[in-house]
């Protein structure tokens, strides 16, 4: 056995860049020696490459335990869906310290450690088999991300920036976009890996209306594009932290049911404003088949980003909340975290 720690992200084109990037955060502030046992996938490979951690790809999932037991890690940390409690049973008995990141308590995870930095997460009923850090104070975000600022809000937002996740499966920027142009905006859109139809994405950026201005951005610093932000469209997911923390006002619509909750709770608080489901906010869903607040969510995202553009008040109060909710600091306090567990079991 070494001192690796390994860990297994989901990073499948459906499952978006959510589950590595709170991978690579655990891993650079731990630095410790780690590499990443997961789909093969050149854009995410690339990503962990960067930050100076090894990549072994997974060649079945099935086949999870086998490879694990032959690279004989230290510590495995899972942050995946499409793994089973049954799966986990052997790497639990065969590994040393075991950690699960989790959103949903689906299903049962053995782990001698279970993260779930959601705003949902103390009401979701976990076993106490386990050590158990819950709630946004373990949010595990990147470094750049950690005590920012208070944002300074404009009595007129104009700088929005516009994010659905590291992938596109079903086309829905273009939907955006086409919602947004007509408004007076500066609009920059976070294109991901695994997106489709950029092409159309690029004809649109080009043929700009003269009271909108699109950009396209790849790989931008997110924390650098929230701070220049005014405004958000957001899927949700663990983006919506990230916003919290930059104190960046957001209108969000979910891109998935398990999106729902935490989007849900976030909006009670008053941090983000969330719309509903894309279908319905864009204009193209069956209303009854989605529960969502029909008073806050117009058919259009048109609407709702020229209301809340305008309304000072309201943009200062969800950026006050937000970063309250989240400082940014919860990757350190898992790393502390760990480190006791792994020491005091050597």
């Known amino acids: 056995m070494n001192n690796l720690f390994l860990f297994h992200a989901d990073s499948r084109p459906d499952a978006g860049l959510g589950h590595v990037m709170r991978c690579l955060a655990l891993a650079r502030e731990l630095n410790i020696p780690a590499g990443f046992l997961s789909w093969p996938n050149e854009a995410i490979q690339r990503l962990v490459k960067q930050a100076g951690f090894l990549f072994y790809p997974l060649q079945d999932e099935k086949g999870f335990y086998d490879q694990v037991k032959n690279l004989s890690p230290v510590a495995v940390v899972v ?3 499409g793994i089973s409690g049954d799966e986990l049973e052997p790497v639990k008995r065969e590994i040393p310290f075991l950690i699960v990141i989790d959103d949903l308590n689906d299903r049962y995870l053995p782990a001698d450690l279970l993260i779930n930095g959601n705003i949902t ?4 009923g976990y076993i106490p088999d386990k050590r158990l850090l819950l ?15 208070p944002k300074k809000i404009v009595e007129r937002a104009r700088n929005l920036m516009v994010t659905i996740g590291g992938s596109d499966q079903l086309d829905l920027m273009s939907l955006v976009l086409n919602s947004l142009s007509s408004l007076d905006l500066h609009i920059k859109a976070v294109i991901g890996p695994h997106f489709k139809g950029r ?12 009271n909108s201005f699109i950009e396209l951005v790849e790989n ?14 957001s899927a949700g997911g663990s ?23 935490a989007a849900c709770a976030l909006d009670k608080q008053g941090c983000v404003w969330y719309l509903g489901f894309h279908d319905e906010v864009l204009g193209y869903g069956v209303e009854a088949f989605r529960d969502i607040k ?16 305008q ?4 943009r200062s109060r969800m950026s006050c909340r937000g970063q309250v909710l989240v400082d940014g600091l919860g990757t350190k306090r898992c790393a502390a975290v760990i480190r006791e567990i792994s020491y005091v079991s050597r």
């Open 79 to 81: 942050d995946s869906y």
């Open 239 to 261: 983006t919506l932290y990230e916003l919290c923390a930059t104190g960046t006002p957001a209108a969000v619509l979910a891109i998935a049911d398990n999106q729902v909750p």
């Open 121 to 124: 997460a103390c009401n979701l």
């Open 135 to 149: 709630g946004p104070e373990y949010v595990l975000l990147r470094e750049e991300f950690r005590n920012c600022p």
């Open 294 to 309: 029909k008073e806050n969510s117009p058919k259009n995202l048109t609407q709702a980003v020229k209301t809340l553009a």
């Open 311 to 314: 309304d000072y008040f309201r």
């Open 220 to 233: 931008p610093d997110m924390a650098d594009l929230m701070h220049w932000a005014d405004l958000a469209v």
């Open 199 to 210: 092409e159309r994405l690029e004809s649109m950026a080009k043929r700009q209306k003269s």
